[in-house]
């Protein structure tokens, strides 16, 4: 069974930058989505970006220009590099993996159950 480990997050000052790791144990498959997710109290799961084994890579419009996703393929890790933090951004976040190629835009909006395999969340808080 593959397992997705994060690590990185913590707490920033508005402004700050964080770094978020997802390393996976295994990847099964040749073609394959990941992304990461977050969600605030009381808030509903939202896509944040996603990438592709492609390398395609999608953004949701609240933080584009600001994180940006890569993917090492020779380490199993998929990163998060956030920059320019907004207290908004504040939440847990959870890296994600759906062993088949789907188009990036689209795996930003799957439901949990449709992805295979999900990391074990790490809290990013931003303060004003």
């Known amino acids: 069974q593959v397992h997705l480990v994060q690590s990185g997050g913590g707490s920033v000052q508005s402004g700050g930058s964080l770094r978020l790791s997802c390393v996976a144990s295994e990847i099964p498959r040749e073609f394959y989505s990941m992304g990461w997710f977050r969600q605030a109290p009381g808030k509903e799961r939202e896509g944040v970006a996603a990438?592709?084994?492609?390398?395609?890579?999608s953004y949701a419009d609240s933080v584009k220009g600001r994180f940006t996703i890569s993917l090492d393929t020779a380490k199993n890790t998929m990163t998060l590099q956030m920059n320019d933090l907004k207290p908004e951004d504040t939440a847990m976040y959870y890296c994600?993996?759906?062993?088949?190629?789907?188009?990036?835009?689209?795996?930003?909006?799957?439901?949990?159950?449709?992805?295979?395999?999900w990391g074990q969340g790490t809290l990013v808080t931003v303060s004003s």
């Open positions: 990438i592709d084994s492609d390398r395609s890579t």
């Open positions: 994600a993996a759906e062993w088949g190629l789907v188009p990036t835009s689209w795996l930003l909006k799957r439901s949990t159950e449709a992805l295979d395999v």
